[in-house]
């Protein structure tokens, strides 16, 4: 932004492999947005396949003046760019890149050494892009979009690491659909696939942006609540469990009930200074197995009595 004395800088990128939109979210700088508004730009927009074909930068007036018919540039419009980047690599459009306004003297056009200039830390920013992408896709599971057990576990090793040193609190929560398995027999695997989605979406719109949700295996979902002791754990995991029994999950016209059993732990560096997490996930899961056990739909604590009482029911 200095070097070419800017004020302000976005970039349009796709959040997910199978996204139907490249999207601003929060990456931009210095750039007056509406936070009530989503800035998309269609995959299906026709000016997405042009820009996939160009190797240049545009200004709004030349990109509006030689774009197909049926191109829709009232997002970029709306963010009056002074230029506009294609990060293309390997002849796929990883992001748009654009500048907001620019100082100058006078109303002064980008020189042809600035585009070329532009056109080079574009193909680095689309090389870091596509890297980014590399790693987000390797550790994400594509039917739910959550986080992989792996993933789960090395970041969930790290703060229970931090948390033993530096004191603190930190939840673990499980959760299972109950009787999954009834939905792939009755109605098809499809909707076995549309239950897990919702049921994941609704768990990770149920937790902050410093937490992790992950997919844990099969129908089986784990949370990491930061910074979390047992009594907010607790309410969390009561209130996706109520908001997953009260919603109106609907397949193809059938109303399905659905309802998940949920299993939570909490360390405590004296009630419970669990030292690997392993053990950690374990009691989570075994104080889901109580709730399993005892009528589902419900969420159990894994306190010392309760998991003893589980080991010998067993």
Same mark, same amino acid.
């Given at each position: 932004?200095?070097q070419?004395? #800017?004020?302000g800088?976005?970039v349009?990128?796709?959040?997910m492999?199978?996204?139907?939109a490249?999207?601003? %979210?929060?990456n931009?700088n210095g #750039?007056?947005? %509406?936070?009530n508004?989503?800035?998309k +730009?269609f995959?299906?927009n026709?000016?997405?396949k042009?820009?996939? $074909?160009s190797?240049?930068?545009?200004?709004?007036p030349?990109? $509006?003046?030689i774009?197909?018919?049926g191109?829709?540039f009232?997002?970029l419009?709306s963010?009056k760019?002074?230029?506009i980047?294609?990060l293309?690599?390997k002849?796929h459009?990883?992001g748009?890149?654009?500048f907001?306004? !620019?100082?100058?003297l006078?109303?002064?056009?980008?020189?042809?050494?600035?585009?070329?200039c532009?056109?080079?830390? &574009?193909?680095l920013a689309?090389?870091?892009i596509?890297?980014a992408?590399l790693?987000?896709?390797?550790?994400t599971d594509?039917?739910t979009?959550?986080? =992989?057990?792996?993933?789960?576990?090395?970041?969930?090793?790290?703060?229970?690491?931090?948390?033993?040193k530096?004191?603190?609190?930190l939840s673990?929560?499980?959760?299972? +659909?109950?009787?999954?398995?009834k939905?792939?027999?009755?109605?098809?695997?499809?909707c076995?696939?549309y239950?897990?989605?919702t049921?994941?979406?609704?768990?990770?719109s149920?937790?902050?942006?410093? %937490?992790?949700?992950?997919?844990?295996?099969?129908?089986?979902?784990?949370?990491?609540?930061?910074?979390?002791? $047992?009594?907010?754990?607790?309410?969390?995991a009561?209130?996706?469990?109520?908001?997953?029994?009260?919603?109106?999950?609907?397949?193809?016209?059938q109303?399905?009930?659905?309802? #998940?059993?949920?299993?939570?732990?909490?360390?405590d560096?004296?009630e419970?200074p669990?030292q690997?997490?392993? =053990?950690?996930v374990?009691?989570?899961?075994?104080?889901?197995?109580?709730?399993k056990r005892t009528? !589902?739909?419900?969420?159990?604590? &894994? %306190?010392?009595?309760i =998991?003893?009482?589980?080991?010998? &029911?067993?």
């Amino acid at each position: 932004m200095g070097q070419f004395r #800017i004020l302000g800088a976005g970039v349009f990128v796709l959040n997910m492999l199978d996204s139907d939109a490249y999207q601003l %979210d929060s990456n931009y700088n210095g #750039i007056d947005v %509406d936070r009530n508004k989503v800035y998309k +730009i269609f995959v299906a927009n026709p000016i997405v396949k042009f820009l996939e $074909k160009s190797n240049s930068v545009y200004t709004l007036p030349e990109l $509006k003046a030689i774009a197909p018919e049926g191109s829709d540039f009232s997002v970029l419009e709306s963010l009056k760019p002074t230029l506009i980047i294609p990060l293309l690599q390997k002849n796929h459009l990883e992001g748009i890149l654009f500048f907001g306004d !620019r100082i100058t003297l006078e109303e002064e056009e980008y020189s042809d050494y600035e585009k070329k200039c532009i056109s080079v830390i &574009a193909s680095l920013a689309a090389v870091a892009i596509t890297n980014a992408a590399l790693v987000e896709r390797s550790s994400t599971d594509m039917m739910t979009h959550l986080k =992989l057990k792996y993933y789960f576990f090395n970041i969930l090793t790290d703060k229970l690491t931090k948390v033993q040193k530096e004191g603190g609190s930190l939840s673990v929560i499980m959760f299972d +659909i109950d009787f999954f398995k009834k939905f792939n027999d009755t109605y098809g695997h499809a909707c076995g696939d549309y239950v897990l989605q919702t049921v994941a979406r609704m768990i990770k719109s149920g937790i902050r942006g410093q %937490d992790l949700a992950a997919r844990y295996g099969g129908e089986e979902f784990t949370v990491m609540l930061n910074d979390t002791k $047992k009594e907010d754990a607790m309410t969390v995991a009561n209130r996706i469990r109520s908001k997953i029994e009260q919603f109106d999950f609907c397949y193809e016209g059938q109303h399905i009930k659905v309802t #998940i059993s949920v299993g939570v732990s909490t360390y405590d560096s004296v009630e419970n200074p669990v030292q690997s997490p392993k =053990l950690f996930v374990d009691q989570a899961d075994q104080a889901l197995y109580v709730s399993k056990r005892t009528g !589902r739909n419900r969420v159990t604590f &894994a %306190d010392p009595k309760i =998991l003893e009482e589980n080991e010998s &029911a067993q």
